[in-house]
């Protein structure tokens, strides 16, 4: 379990000294659970590969068949996007990479030595919560000061962050996660994702219970009043589209009352998809909608909040991970960080290089 009361202002404070300072280019790798992002400190460009991590680790068949096509993409993104092949190159590996350390931190430090070698990038895991620090750091470069909230609402794929600039909250609950969970034990189902809708009252009742147990470290992590802006594309292509649809509100509304969410929860719960593309003009993702709708809202009950605000952006762990002298450190120590996996597990990023022989 992930640890949930370190003040993420600690490790927020490795990103201090920025790559901009004098000294090689760097090139950094955002490996989520869908796939690779690649950027550099002196370039603007952004160059993705799409890869599903999470399908063969929830398969049981680890992270095997990924390798191939991570070493091609380590390969032709910098390629693509024109990036020197003379910069330093690290990776962050993130939700799916922190579950394939809890089934076996030894098979994936084997898998990573491979990817090493072939490509010559350096992944390492990072920890919840510094992936949290990267996420505010990001949102305050690209919405400075119209960040008016104290903590960014980040919802992936395989995990969630309530990132602030001293404290913050991270969980292995993200949209595919959360809807995985309630597949389960809504429709007894496996199928991710799977259909949802309608739903009885028993059964919303027996979702929000159901996150309310899995967000209970969330008032322990966060005692401080918490206000939040959501800035992933589940919430603003989704559940802020759908709430303006419903209630009639303006298309400049930035954000939504939690009683709004509610009430939409309760309209959507009894409808069948079908009838909820009807309702909504469309049918883009509604496979998730409920499920989203539902993990937000109990976000905000969990943190005391009433409202919740919206902002579009692109946010990568790009900007965070090319800033963090700790990580880049470890690329010169790399055979020293794969030992310190096998017997630290997470703990091994936050361990000294320059301790290692």
């Known amino acids: 379990m992930i640890a949930r009361h370190l003040l993420a202002g600690l490790a927020f404070a490795l990103l201090a000294t920025t790559a901009a300072a004098e000294g090689p280019c760097r090139v950094a790798f955002d490996i989520g659970s869908s796939g690779i992002r690649a950027g550099a400190d002196n370039s603007s460009v952004t160059a993705r590969g799409d890869i599903d991590y999470l399908a063969p680790l929830w398969a049981g068949h680890g992270l095997e068949e990924t390798v191939v096509p991570t070493i091609t993409a380590l390969h032709d993104l910098p390629e693509k996007a024109g990036f020197s092949p003379e910069c330093e190159r690290v990776g962050g590996g993130f939700s799916a990479w922190r579950l394939a350390t809890a089934q076996g931190a030894g098979d994936l430090s084997r898998l990573l030595e491979r990817i090493w070698s072939a490509s010559g990038v350096a992944v390492l895991v990072i920890p919840q919560l510094k992936e949290g620090a990267y996420g505010y750091f990001g949102a305050r470069q690209l919405l400075g000061d119209a960040l008016k909230t104290t903590h960014v609402l980040d919802i992936g794929g395989g995990s969630l962050q309530i990132a602030g600039d001293q404290i913050s909250f991270g969980e292995t609950l993200g949209q595919k996660v959360w809807h995985r969970h309630l597949c389960r034990e809504i429709r007894n189902s496996e199928s991710t994702p799977c259909t949802l809708q309608p739903m009885t009252g028993d059964e919303l009742a027996m979702a929000r219970s159901l996150l309310a147990e899995k967000l209970t470290g969330v008032a322990s992590a966060l005692p401080e009043p918490v206000s939040m802006t959501a800035i992933s594309r589940p919430v603003s292509r989704g ?21 709004e969410l509610t009430l939409a929860i309760e309209r959507l719960a009894r409808l069948s998809q079908e009838e909820t593309a009807a309702e909504l ?21 969990a943190t005391g909040g009433e409202r919740l605000q919206v902002a579009e952006i692109d946010l990568t762990n790009l900007p965070g991970l090319l800033a963090d002298d700790h990580a880049f450190a470890w690329q010169k120590h790399y055979g020293c960080y794969l030992e310190r996996l096998r017997s630290l597990g997470l703990d091994a990023y936050a361990s000294d290089p320059a301790t290692c022989p």
Do not use: C, N, Y
């Open 239 to 259: 559940v802020l589209p759908a709430i303006r649809k419903l209630s009639a509100a303006s298309s400049e509304e930035k954000g939504f009352q939690r009683a």
């Open 281 to 301: 003009g469309g049918s883009g993702h509604l496979a998730w909608l409920l499920s989203d709708m539902l993990l937000v809202e109990g976000l905000l009950q």
